[in-house]
Each structure stands twice: as C-alpha cells, then as structure tokens.
C-alpha cells in the first residue's frame, strides 16, 4: 500500500475526485489533504470524506520542517499536487525525488509557470486564439512546471470558446486521467 498526500489550494474537485478513486484501492490510500489557505473548499470536501487535513503557511512550508513531519507522522509515499499554487520547496523536492506529481491545464511548456493558474491558463489560451489545449501531468522538480511529463492529452478550441467552457471540457479530463495516471506512475 502507498500513501497519498494531496496538497490543494481551493475548491479541490480534483483532490475529492482522487479521493474516491482510490478510496477502495488496494494499492494506493489517500491519508493526508495539505492547504496553505484556510477557506480552501478542499478541506471541508477532505473532512467530508474523513480525511486527515493539514493547514501551513507559505512560510512554514518554506522555513520549517512542519510539513515534512506531518508527511512522515503518516508515512506518505507520494504527494499529489492538484490545484496547489505555491512552488514546492527544492528541499520537499529531493526528499521526494520523483514521487510529487502535478496536473496543468495546458500543454505545457505552452501557458506554464507563476501566475499560470486554473481559469487564467484558458483566458490565455482563449485570447491568443490557439486551436488546440490539454492537460499536462508531470513529475515536479525544482522549477514551475517544467518536470518530466508523464501524460498529455490534448481537446479542440472552438471558434466560439470561452474560458469558462474551456474550463469545464478541461475538468473532465483531468477527472478522467489524473486518478489513473497517478496509478500507473507509481
Ligand atoms: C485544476 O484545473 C488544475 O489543473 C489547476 O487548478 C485546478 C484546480 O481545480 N492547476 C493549476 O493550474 C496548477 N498550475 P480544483 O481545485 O477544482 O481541483
């Protein structure tokens, strides 16, 4: 059995999507929600589901061990970012060395790093008019998105796309792939 930690900043659908995934898997259980924002819906959906949460600060995320205990305290094998805006420590990093994954809503390296977040990431792509977007999940190393891609998988732009309903085509992948690539990398 693998344990996951799901670290989330605001509504987690994602995170509650995972969660009952595996939620009678034999190989994978999701035993931690991390957020660094306390009016995170994730945490309401985490406890919910009776799911240990834990709330940091940027801060102690950056200059303590607070989090890294809490990951230990429950042997976490792997963390799975999904919808978490902060950069992770390289510390966090190496001693998770090809055990954080994360999941974009572009195709990365197209509309990545600060700032490239959730409805953002669409208006941009709506606004430059591409023909083609995705979802990129990816392996996380030192730098904002840029790790080894695992999966990607692309949708139409229509002509008359807007960001919201660009959105909403996004969201149903990432619910249908993100919980069995996690399953197939690890
Ligand atoms: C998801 O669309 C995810 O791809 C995106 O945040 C959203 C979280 O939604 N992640 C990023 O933009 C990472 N840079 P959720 O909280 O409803 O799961």
Redesign the pocket.
Known sequence: MQNIAIF??????????ICNHFFSSKKFRVVLVCSNNKR???LKKAAKLQIETFLFTKHSLENSFVVEESLENLSVDIIV?????LKIPSRLVSLYRNKII?????LLPKY?GKG???I??HREVVKNGERESG?TIHLVNEA??SGKVVYQKTVPVSENETAESL?AK??KL?YLYYPKIIETTF
Do not use: C, K, R, W
């Open positions: 989330a900043s605001g509504n987690g659908t994602n995170a509650e999507n995170a819906l994730v970012l999904a919808g978490f805006l994360n999941l974009h809503p572009s990545g490239m977040y959730g953002n990431v979802i904002y998105d959105l996004i969201q990432e």
